[in-house]
């Protein structure tokens, strides 16, 4: 049968109604290169690659000339406030290789080159993920329009509590996450070591990203009460803080705390996990 139309744009030159079939083994790579479009010689590159080492904070970019720009950033943890030579429809699509990437929220470059993101956070990936930008010339901003979160990214909460504070000592705390927009996923896994002591008091354990609002926090999980038993958790805000309160043992008001659901010992251990909303 017929193949359907194939249209590629490239700066001013737009080329439409192309055989799909003359393009038959020819890679991603290969587009941008006018000598694979067979007979045909668009006015710019469909696009360009680039790989940056940059890392922190960085404002008011310039990428290479192109309508689309494929920026491979291997640099640790780089966070881009914005982008120079913003036109209508331009793309820039940034890969993460490095550690995590960020994108700001409308902050730090000049206002024509900033990012509107759907959350005020920002947006952050992590190995492997991406964000497409895209150029909004009626409101002269780059607008994060696609995302691809990638590997999730590891955090380090505090275990804390509204009395003496608890130490994890030997034993381990761990977190990791992930972020698409508003959303956040996220996974907590806390072990007790033959050094950690319990403090007094309701225990508490941070969010990676500040949540919109109490409400929004509502996460889910079990404590285990090593060779003895496992009790069903569940997750709330403390007040309008990133920190959390964790209920337990069956119970509506008692919150996790040095003898709540149990007295705590070497080998129990706490998990949650679940998806919650950021500003």
């Known amino acids: 049968g017929a193949s359907a139309p194939f249209v590629v744009v490239a700066g001013a030159a737009k080329v439409s109604n192309l055989d799909a079939d003359k393009l038959d083994g020819q890679t991603g790579t290969d587009y ?143 977190g990791r996450y992930v972020q698409r927009g508003r959303t956040v996923w996220v996974e907590l896994n806390m072990v007790i070591g033959g050094t950690s002591t319990f403090g007094t008091g309701t225990y508490s354990w941070t969010l990676p990203l500040a949540a919109a609002n109490a409400d929004k926090i509502r996460l889910s999980g079990e404590i285990l009460d090593s060779g003895t038993a496992f009790w069903g958790a569940f997750a709330r805000a403390g007040g309008t803080t990133t920190a959390i309160f964790v209920g337990s043992g069956g119970s509506t008001t008692a919150s996790t705390g040095q003898t709540v659901p149990m007295t705590w010992a070497a080998n129990d251990a706490l998990r949650l996990g679940g998806e919650y909303e950021i500003g």
């Open 32 to 174: 941008h290169d006018a000598a694979q479009l067979t007979g045909l010689t668009p006015a710019a590159s469909v696009y360009v690659e680039q790989t940056t080492t940059l890392t922190g904070t960085q404002n008011d970019v310039a990428p290479s000339a192109g309508a689309t720009i494929i920026l491979r950033c291997t640099g640790a943890a780089p966070v881009f406030t914005g982008f120079t030579g913003g036109a209508t429809g331009r793309r820039i699509l940034l890969i993460c290789l490095g550690t995590t990437l960020k994108v700001s929220d409308q902050t730090g470059s000049s206002a024509a080159n900033q990012i509107v993101c759907d959350s005020t956070n920002g947006q952050i990936v992590g190995v492997t993920g991406m964000i497409l930008l895209v150029y909004d010339a009626t409101n002269s901003r780059w607008r994060a329009s696609m995302i691809e979160p990638g590997t999730p990214i590891s955090y380090t909460p505090t275990w804390a509590s509204d009395g003496v504070a608890p130490a994890i000592g030997n034993g381990t705390l761990a």
